[in-house]
């Protein structure tokens, strides 16, 4: 009988680590970072903002891998502008500098990087979302 209650109360503890795991990570990421000057040089927008935000008519999804990661797959509606070549293939892909822009890759680490560097380069509402894998109901592919 004390196996038992061992093995329930280890179950119970499982899935309550397993709950506050899943909260966490869908929780909401909404962060802004400022540079010296008080611009922003950075945001992020929650997985539940950014999954409302793509049924917004104006709103440009990017995807920063590689042409062979987005050729394997990809959110619906979204245009291909590689980290490496972000510089110079983002005026030709995102005219208006004012426009909503959601920036995705695989992991998180790209979409952050092209983030800042949108900023930078001049635009005005750009959000990072993170890795594709959490908008699979998304995927065109």
């Keep these: 009988m004390d196996n038992f209650i061992e093995q329930l109360v280890m179950i119970l503890l ?5 709950g506050i795991c899943q909260s966490l990570l869908n929780r909401p990421l909404k962060t802004k970072e400022k540079g010296k000057n008080g611009q922003i040089i950075y945001r992020s927008l ?16 990017i995807d920063v891998r590689s042409p062979d990661e987005y050729q394997l797959r990809h959110l619906k509606r979204s245009k291909l502008v590689p980290i490496k070549t972000i510089a110079e293939a983002a005026p030709k892909k995102l005219k208006r500098y004012e426009d909503k822009v959601l920036v995705y890759c695989q992991s998180g680490n790209r979409s952050k990087k092209a983030v800042k560097k ?24």
Excluded: H, P, R
């Design 14 to 18: 499982a899935m309550c680590a397993f």
């Design 118 to 141: 949108l900023y930078e380069m001049g635009y005005q509402s750009v959000y990072d979302i993170g890795a594709m894998n959490q908008f699979s109901e998304f995927l065109d592919k």
């Design 46 to 61: 929650s997985v539940d903002d950014a999954k409302n935000a793509f049924k917004e008519k104006n709103v440009t999804l």
